[in-house]
């Protein structure tokens, strides 16, 4: 049963996290889809930020990896627990993502989604910019897609 409570969403700050956070990640995509385990946890994950979804009694239930590569920020790793699936998580840090790029200043989000998902991608403003392709190592169908990073306004000073 899940709790009907609002998520938290926050940055990975500590160790405990971050394996919460890809422990998620194995049961989403190699216990539910086959991706085999070697390429699910990598090298990058230690110099990723990643963003995570907090339920009430404190469990990972969805979580975002995001890499800076020049001015694009790629994204990754989106998966949300079965059970909290539907509830916006992934669309929440979606919108993460893009505030994280704004803060470093990056041009384009860039990722490699599922092309079962792509339709989540492009609510959030992403565009397809390939044909579909297969993820080396898995069978599963992919597009790349991206979207453009709008600088913040600077506020304006108030008026007396």
Do not use: N
């Amino acid at each position: 049963m899940t709790d009907d409570r609002p998520v938290t969403l926050r940055w990975v700050t500590q160790a405990a996290e971050l394996r919460q956070a890809q422990e998620l990640r194995i049961r989403v995509f190699c216990d539910e889809q086959g991706v085999p385990r070697e390429l699910e946890v990598d090298d990058q994950d230690a110099v990723a930020r990643h963003g995570i979804a907090v339920a009430p009694d404190g469990r990972v239930v969805g979580t975002i990896r995001l890499i800076v590569r020049g001015t694009t920020v790629k994204v990754g790793r989106v998966a949300v627990d079965a059970a909290y699936r539907g509830r916006g998580i992934a669309s929440a840090l979606l919108d993460r993502a893009v505030e994280y790029a704004q803060d470093v200043r990056a041009e384009e989000l860039r990722l490699a989604a599922q092309l079962s998902a792509a339709s989540l991608y492009e609510r959030a403003g992403y565009r397809r910019t390939s044909e579909p392709f297969d993820e080396p190592g898995t069978d599963i169908p992919h597009v790349w897609m991206a979207r453009e990073v709008v600088p913040r306004r600077p506020r304006r000073a108030a008026r007396r």
